[in-house]
């Protein structure tokens, strides 16, 4: 059943227009409070966001909702995503929520729900919040003596430093680091220096200057561009870019080369492993992660399970197959040993920690495998249903036989946009690129015959 509200990652648009729009917003915490007002106690909502303009709008909506519904909330201000999953916990809330569009511009915002135990809502509970924001919900109103409270909460930046510190061991320090790293004028611009100063590091940071509308703005991991120059300018150790909300990460090494998702859990799967910490004996990836990953693995004597994308699959088959390692090549890095979603922070922690162990340069460390050529190209659909097409399902059979054995063929449809994504990828660059080609050829002329 196609979903109104909910996406891959909560509810997300663009500002000012549907779904986007304070009355949704408001809308939202009244039911999300309704469903979660259960038994006597009274009940509680941690409400972050990052740093963008429209931030103050949605925060102050959600409020509203969820007051109205009786639900204490307690506003934290511009933090990371992870931080309020560790809030949501730590401060015993029935409730979390964050108010990001993570890597987008600054024009978008979304809502990220997470329940009591800190890991983001399942499908049936969206449906049911869904179900209520299309009804008449003038009815779940709380009395007027059991309206809920709102108040700022002091010292949370301090809670989640600390946080991060202890995900390293007492006596890690990291003296001796020149470590560079790009906050994206997002949600970690304060606290993300802060964790690395104090573990010893010589940091130099860059987007650290929000004025809500320069969020991601060529900056961050999805324009690391500027955290590259910025290494080679002040001869940095590492450089780490974060994003909008900090809830993944790319580095780059000494020598201004992006290592991405993949290699990082490689790095920390393998040092895990050599250190009796890995559980499941593997990781959990998603299906757009290099069969490369996946091979260098296997070499070791470890697995690799692969989910659909989006990093809550990834959480969900972790907490099902009890593995500690997992993530996505975009750079959400999910270590549950540590929290319940995505820390690009905690992740980059891990890898500095190897660093420093090892005495050698990023671009050893980081480099553990030769990743296959991946080719990714996308079909913009109107209407209709292309893949089921006798044509479309014909070509992508001799595809899959062409590749068997030496490469992998990967076709969805996107859980945002009207777009069929086809990626291939192998050890022949030339044959990825032809079938990747062919099969856009053939989907594109059986949408414009539709």
């Known amino acids: 059943m196609k979903r109104r509200y909910f996406g891959t990652d909560g509810i997300r648009g663009q500002s000012n227009l549907f779904p986007m729009t304070p009355d949704l917003a408001m809308r939202v915490g009244i039911a999300v409070g309704t469903i979660f007002r259960r038994g006597a106690h009274r009940h509680r909502v941690v409400i972050g966001k990052d740093t963008r303009l429209s931030g103050y709008m949605l925060e102050n909506a959600m409020v509203a909702g969820f007051t109205a519904a009786g639900i204490d909330a307690f506003v934290l201000g511009p933090i990371p995503t992870p931080a309020v999953a560790m809030l949501t916990r730590s401060l015993r809330a029935d409730i979390g929520v964050m108010i990001s569009a993570s890597h987008n511009p600054f024009e978008d915002n979304g809502i990220k729900l997470f329940g009591p135990d800190g890991y983001k809502l399942s499908d049936d509970l969206e449906a049911e919040i869904e179900d209520l924001l299309d009804k008449d919900i003038a009815g779940q109103l709380a009395k007027s003596s059991e309206i809920g409270r709102a108040k700022r909460v002091d010292g949370v930046h301090d809670r989640y430093i600390e946080h991060a510190k202890r995900t390293l061991p007492r006596d890690a320090s ?3 680091l020149r470590v560079a790293i790009d906050c994206a004028n997002g949600a970690a611009y304060r606290v993300a220096p802060a964790v690395l100063w104090e573990l010893g590091a010589d940091v130099v940071t860059i987007g650290d200057e929000p004025d809500g509308l320069n969020i991601n703005l060529e900056c961050g991991s999805t324009h690391p561009a500027a955290l590259q120059r910025k290494v080679h300018e002040v001869r940095a150790d590492i450089g780490i870019a974060l994003d909008g909300d900090a809830d993944r990460v790319q580095i ?11 290699q990082l859990m490689a790095v920390i799967a393998e040092t ?12 959990v990836a998603t299906v757009m992660s290099n069969l490369g990953l996946e091979r260098a693995l296997k070499e070791r004597g470890l697995g690799l399970e692969r989910t659909k994308v989006g990093d809550r699959y990834v959480v969900e088959r972790m907490r099902q197959g009890d593995y500690n390692v997992g993530g996505e090549q975009s750079g959400h890095i999910v270590l549950s040993d540590f929290g319940t979603t995505g820390d690009g922070l905690v992740a980059a922690l891990q890898v500095l920690a190897c660093v420093k162990r090892s005495g050698r340069p990023v671009s050893e460390v980081c480099n553990r495998f030769e990743p296959v050529p991946q080719v990714l190209k996308n079909v ?3 209407a209709g249903k292309p893949l089921e097409d006798a044509i479309v399902r014909q070509a992508i059979t001799e595809a899959e036989a062409a590749l068997a054995g030496s490469g992998r063929l990967l076709i969805r449809p996107s859980g945002t946009e009207p777009l069929i994504r086809v990626m291939a990828e192998g050890d022949d660059r030339d044959q990825v690129e032809r079938i990747v080609d062919e099969l856009v050829g053939v989907i594109g002329a059986v949408r414009n015959a539709a």
């Open 380 to 382: 913009r659909i109107q």
């Open 174 to 176: 990291l003296t001796g």
């Open 252 to 262: 780059v090494d000494e020598n201004g080369k992006i290592i991405d998702g993949d």
């Open 272 to 283: 895990w492993a050599a250190d009796g910490l890995l559980k499941g004996d593997g990781i």
